[in-house]
């Protein structure tokens, strides 16, 4: 015969599971309340405030003006604003390449710009302009004594400044630098010709189509003719080396490099 539990027995063991219960209901309800209270204190506390904004590699813009750009102030709040959205505001500025923005300490923001690199000057009557590794023009207020970059004359077509633009873009750093200035020769719709002025006292004859090809050998040119008179290196067609005394002297006379010009 099956035993008979009695009802008054069951009593202490029922209570003790519906008080277990109602703990557990309060203690979610308590932590609820905490958790809120906590999250409205700090929302009204200055450690939800934006601290610092941060800017770097700004070189065409001042870091103010992308400060400025993005919207942000010192006391906004740190999750009233979209780091992503921040990042396509800015990217859509003249000569910006990409943009990050991230939250860095709890309470700074970070903004790292990559810009364009700046590839020439550009020189119309006196005035400068950047020509950006993009093709693009970037104005500038003047050139730089510090500048290192090649001033570019009589680029006045957008597609010509884009071909030597990739040009100088696949050129050796040490020759990159050593030119001083790029001249489009004759009618530039047209034309394919540059003289370059070389740093170390050269002129250059070349095509735009070529000229990085042809660049690769300036140096072993230069060490062959053993820095004696200056000349025009002439990479048009072959190479070919005339003296200055010669080409400006009223008799240019060509000297196949790596034979008589040695």
């Given at each position: 015969m099956d035993k008979v539990i009695d009802i008054e027995e069951r009593i202490p063991s029922m209570r003790e599971r519906r008080r277990r219960k109602t703990n557990k209901k309060f203690?979610?309800?308590?932590?609820?309340?905490?958790?809120?209270?906590?999250?409205?204190?700090?929302?009204?506390?200055?450690?939800?405030?934006?601290?610092?904004?941060?800017?770097?590699?700004?070189?065409?813009?001042?870091?103010?003006?992308?400060?400025?750009?993005?919207?942000?102030?010192?006391?906004?709040?740190?999750?009233?604003?979209?780091t992503e959205d921040i990042e396509e505001s800015l990217g859509k500025i003249e000569g910006v390449k990409k943009v990050s923005v991230s939250r860095k300490w709890f309470r700074d923001i970070e903004i790292e710009i990559t810009e364009w690199k700046t590839v020439a000057y550009l020189?119309?009557?006196g005035q400068y302009s950047l020509l950006l590794e993009s093709g693009e023009m970037f104005p500038t207020t003047m050139l730089s004594p510090e500048a290192e970059s090649p001033v570019l004359n009589n680029f006045k077509n957008p597609d010509t400044r884009k071909?030597?633009?990739?040009?100088?873009?696949?050129?050796?750093e040490s020759v990159y630098h050593l030119i001083s200035e790029i001249i489009v020769m004759g009618e530039e719709d047209d034309s394919d010709s540059i003289t370059v002025y070389m740093d170390d006292g050269y002129e250059v004859r070349a095509f735009i189509s070529t000229f990085a090809e042809n660049m690769t050998y300036y140096p072993d040119i230069t060490a062959q003719l053993n820095g004696n008179e200056k000349g025009v290196i002439d990479m048009e067609v072959g190479?070919?080396?005339?003296?200055?005394?010669?080409?400006?002297?009223?008799?240019?006379?060509?000297?196949?490099i790596g034979e008589e010009g040695e």
């Open positions: 203690l979610f309800m308590l932590t609820v309340f905490v958790i809120a209270l906590l999250a409205i204190l700090y929302f009204q506390s200055p450690l939800s405030k934006l601290e610092a904004i941060k800017v770097s590699g700004a070189v065409l813009h001042e870091p103010a003006f992308y400060e400025e750009q993005s919207g942000l102030t010192v006391d906004n709040s740190l999750w009233s604003f979209s020189e119309d009557g071909r030597i633009t990739k040009q100088l873009l696949k050129l050796d190479a070919f080396f005339t003296p200055f005394s010669k080409v400006y002297g009223g008799i240019e006379e060509e000297d196949p």
